[in-house]
């Protein structure tokens, strides 16, 4: 029988369930020291836990759910690819990104993806499974795990396989545990959710009193041609969501990040570049150019450097605040340096 994982309970209720065993309230500190700062991944590492609770743990509850399959690092050492297989035999992806003083970690929040973006190769998988609670924080936690003492994390990142905001609870659940002082620690700041843009969800967010980053996808400022990047803009079309990301801002004074992945021929003309303009008007956004990743459908190539260069200053001539970076890591395959570049403007904004 498979057992329940300790992180699918929520935090403020480990207390209760060690009271529950016939243990005083101060167990549930050393309990959580040992599961986020230490690289104790099994109740009976955790030495100044009496004995019989140890074992009655390790009966009752699991701390591992995932399994590094394959490790891979990029020529530059900077980028490491983490496969992992869940319990059900299913894989997901994490991405560890290091600079000379920061390290970010890119998560996943599902297997697969419903909103099928076209040079999405999860979005070509389709959708499989959310993650649990405990999947998603595992994934810090191996890659805090194996920094090891005097290193630490700086930043999540929810931008692996899958769509956060589809999977809103899990997520968001992920999210606390990551960021609460008796959890991971890590401030709300650190933290970015990607989106497709669901706006029902982006106005939850808008509520919450955690500040988390926002980055919307966006890819195009046309409809019509977001309908076909993007699909779920069909449902929630660009000035609904242009209106959610300014009610997000409003509410919690933190400026959106929208990606632009550069498509060659597609969405990368410099008129498309005055179209996005106009639509982040009175946004004070950051827009974070990405060149496209090689992906399996050939449509969908990054242009020329010198289109992407045009395109970035168009943004700037026009007071838009804009990052382009180049491609890294790429030699650990696809998915990784998109990772990179993406993550390096939020660093830096
Ligand atoms: N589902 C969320 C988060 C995961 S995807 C979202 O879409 O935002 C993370 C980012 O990778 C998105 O901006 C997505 O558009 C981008 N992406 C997907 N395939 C890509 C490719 N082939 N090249 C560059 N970026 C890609
Ligand atoms: Fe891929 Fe994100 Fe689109 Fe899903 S929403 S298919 S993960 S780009």
Redesign the pocket.
């Known amino acids: 029988m498979s057992l329940k994982n300790l992180l699918d309970t929520p935090l403020p209720k480990w207390e209760g369930l060690l009271v529950a065993l016939g243990q005083p309230a101060f167990r549930a500190r050393q309990l959580r020291n040992w599961v986020f700062h230490t690289s104790a991944t099994d109740f009976p590492q955790m030495t100044n836990l009496p004995l019989a609770l140890r074992e009655r743990l390790q009966e009752s509850f699991r701390l591992e759910s995932l399994t590094a399959k394959m490790d891979v690092t990029s020529r530059d050492g900077k980028v490491q690819k983490v496969l992992f297989q869940l319990q059900d035999g299913k894989t997901i992806e994490s991405v560890q990104l290091s600079y000379e003083k920061r390290v970010s970690i890119c998560i996943s929040t599902q297997v697969g993806?419903a909103?099928g973006?076209p040079?999405?190769?999860t979005g070509q998988q389709g959708f499989d499974r959310q993650l649990s609670i405990a999947e998603i924080v595992e994934q810090v936690l191996y890659f805090a795990r194996r920094l090891g003492e005097g290193k630490s994390i700086n930043n999540v990142v929810?931008?692996?396989m899958?769509?956060?905001l589809a999977n809103f609870a899990n997520t968001w659940g992920a999210v606390e545990m990551l960021n609460a002082d008796e959890g991971f620690g890590l401030g709300a700041r650190h933290i970015t959710i990607?989106?497709?843009g669901l706006i029902p969800q982006i106005k939850e967010i808008s509520q919450k009193p955690l500040q988390v980053g926002l980055a919307v996808?966006l890819?195009s400022a046309d409809d019509t041609l977001r309908n076909e990047l993007v699909p779920i803009n069909r449902r929630y079309p660009l000035k609904e969501l242009i209106s959610a990301c300014k009610e997000y801002k409003a509410k919690t004074g933190r400026r959106v990040t929208f990606?632009y992945?550069l498509f060659d021929g597609i969405n990368d003309d410099v008129k498309q570049a005055r179209q996005l303009v106009h639509l982040l008007m009175d946004l004070d956004a950051l827009v974070n150019l990405?060149p496209?990743?090689v992906?399996e459908t050939p449509r969908?190539k990054a242009p020329s450097l010198d289109k992407m260069t045009a395109f970035r200053d168009e943004l700037e001539r026009l007071k838009v605040k804009v990052t382009l970076r180049g491609k890294r890591g790429t030699d650990i395959a696809?998915g990784c340096g998109?990772l990179r570049s993406r993550d390096m403007a939020l660093i830096n904004k």
């Open positions: 993806c909103i973006c040079y999405c190769a929810f931008m692996g899958g769509e956060p990607s989106t497709a996808s890819h990606e992945v990405i496209a990743n992906s969908f696809a998109q």
